[in-house]
């Protein structure tokens, strides 16, 4: 038999490589999380009956024909949600925003060392940056949020991605363009962290 914690993340795999390091970040929060395929995440969903969800990256591009979305389930939840690279980009895309490839918008993609600019205050940023600040992170993608979904405001940019960190604070559905779970964005893990135990009110034990 096995007893399923009561304080859970639900990681949804839409095909990323640095996966498994996001559920790292969350365990080293002190929370217990499972990763799900996008595919087989609605199950998952009910069975785990988590108290926050994130969305991966993916290899993937939105707006071509038959890419991966999120269960509309997860959105009907209430639950907080954080949407990293594609996750955040198919969030905005399944909500009502618009997600281009980028050599449409004429910028190409970012790859590597960003530097992004805090441009408001967000829970996320507790204890870690303040407005005005400019921070290292990693970013890995082509395609862009030209548009994002209604309830969002942009609280951090960099050069490349106008919608570096969005946030619906009424929703607490969170998006990064970057990679947070990654180690070339050093202050990453305490995003996270800040998301498990602020966001979704985990005591990380």
Known sequence: MTIQPSDSILIVDFGSQVTQLIARRVREAG???EIAPFNAAEAAFERMKPKGIILSGSP???PEDGSPRAPQCLFD???PILGICYGQQVMSHQLGGEVRPGHETGEGGEFGRAFLTVTEECILFDGLWQVGERHQVWMSHGDKVTQFA?????????DGAPFALIADDERRY???QFHPEVAHTPDGAKLIANFVH??????GD
Do not use: D, E, H, N
């Open 198 to 203: 602020k966001v979704c009110g985990l005591s």
């Open 77 to 79: 939840s209430g639950l």
């Open 150 to 158: 209604p309830g969002f405001r942009i609280v951090a940019t960099s």
């Open 174 to 176: 969170y998006g990064t």
């Open 60 to 62: 993937a591009s939105v």
């Open 31 to 33: 929370v217990y999380s």
